[in-house]
């Protein structure tokens, strides 16, 4: 994500929705105000009003108002708890996207990161050695 912030001119555009319990738990928050400049930044939160820099519901609540004009050229990455990460996915898929447009992070199922305490295990693989970034084509059939 880091590339294209900082590379527009490489795509044509760059939606980034995040969600966050409330204002001391955001994240980023200098590099953010860099974001905005060239990007469609929209900041959630679930506790606290509503102002010129933070909106407040959830974050399928502010995706569901996104229009795309080219579905085909895009790419959805999703990071965040499991119930975000399903709707959020569930969502994308409804708007069209198709799975293998999808990317989905399982950064929280690690523990030792190599493969050895099977904390990470999901279907055939290990989080933490096979991922932890995943196309939903293939993360899809991991039972979590």
Not at 8 to 31: A, S
């Amino acid at each position: 994500m880091r590339y294209f912030v900082e590379n527009p001119q490489e795509i044509n555009r760059l939606d980034m929705v995040f969600g966050y319990r409330n204002r001391d738990c955001v994240l980023y928050k200098q590099e953010m105000a860099n974001w905005h400049r060239h990007h469609n930044l929209i900041l959630t939160l679930d506790e606290g009003e509503a102002d010129e820099r933070y909106r407040t519901g959830r974050v399928t609540d502010h995706l569901a108002a996104l229009t795309f004009e080219d579905i085909s050229t895009m790419q959805a990455i999703v990071v965040g708890p499991p119930v975000m990460i399903k709707f959020t996915v569930q969502m994308l898929l409804e708007k069209g996207l198709q799975p293998e447009q999808i990317w989905v992070d399982y950064e929280r199922r690690m523990a030792c990161a190599v493969g050895k305490c099977g904390h990470c295990h999901m279907g055939d693989v290990y989080v933490c050695v096979d991922g932890p970034v995943f196309n939903y084509a293939v993360a899809r059939q991991f039972a979590d």
